[in-house]
């Protein structure tokens, strides 16, 4: 079983400040790991994605992660936060099936962005 | 174009009501999912469709109906839900990505039973 562990809640920066949002998780296999952002009251936004091709992924405005397997981690991180970037963020493992795929999701880390 | 449409945004219903979600895409993806979310918690999985044909049911309640009429429309219909039936109701689409099935979600519709 597939299992997904974000370690903070929330995390609360200031705005120009670098962001930090880490997760762990557990997949028996190679895993296919994403990084989803909802702002509120809206739908889910891909950020990126890791498929095995590269272990620094980078994504949409200015998102990146780094996939370290001796740690099972898969952390996302941006240079300098944007009043924008406010928003919850779930880290997600996927599970490849015949025609579909089945997602397992982070509990999820509310991002707050101070000026 | 990488859009999953959804309508209605908001929508209001009383426990002995009947009523429909509706979504949509035109990327030519195979895979639709029903997705319910409660407030500060993550997607819960309800159905998914592959190729039209209903391939996961996670034991949801008979009051949510799911209908796919074609590769590009998913339904969801509801009747006689219950107050604690009311949350954000995503969409979600997929298709094959060298061999990677990334979800594209939809806005949601918001649905609160009274």
């Known amino acids: 079983a597939q299992s997904v562990t974000q370690l903070d809640s929330h995390v609360s920066v200031s705005e120009g400040t670098p962001v930090l949002l880490r997760c762990n998780y557990s997949?028996?296999?190679?895993?296919?790991l994403f990084w989803y952002v909802q702002h509120p009251n809206k739908g889910l936004q891909l950020l990126l994605k890791?498929?095995?091709?590269?272990?620094l992924v980078k994504g949409i405005n200015g998102f990146e992660a780094e996939f370290k397997k001796s740690e099972t981690s898969f952390h996302l991180t941006k240079p300098s936060a944007h009043m924008s970037d406010a928003a919850e963020y779930f880290c997600?493992?996927?599970?490849?099936?015949?025609?579909?795929?089945?997602?397992?999701f982070g509990k999820g880390t509310m991002l707050l962005v101070s000026p | 174009d990488t859009e999953v449409t959804q309508t209605p945004k908001h929508l209001v219903m009383g426990m002995t009501n009947k009523k429909s979600l509706k979504c949509e895409q035109h990327?030519?993806?195979?895979?639709m999912y029903w997705y319910k979310q409660k407030a500060k918690k993550p997607p819960e999985l309800m159905f998914v469709?592959?190729?039209?044909?209903?391939?996961i049911n996670e034991s949801v309640p008979s009051r949510f109906s799911p209908e796919c009429p074609n590769s590009s429309l998913l339904n969801l219909h509801l009747h006689a839900l219950q107050p604690e039936d009311s949350a954000l109701y995503l969409c979600?689409?997929?298709?094959?990505?060298?061999?990677?099935?990334?979800?594209?979600f939809g806005p949601g519709t918001r649905l609160t039973v009274t």
């Open positions: 997600v493992v996927s599970e490849q099936n015949s025609g579909y795929s089945t997602l397992t």
């Open positions: 469709y592959s190729y039209e044909k209903l391939s």
């Open positions: 997949s028996s296999y190679s895993p296919s």
């Open positions: 890791y498929t095995s091709a590269a272990t």
């Open positions: 990327m030519g993806h195979r895979a």
């Open positions: 979600a689409s997929s298709q094959d990505r060298d061999r990677y099935y990334e979800q594209y």
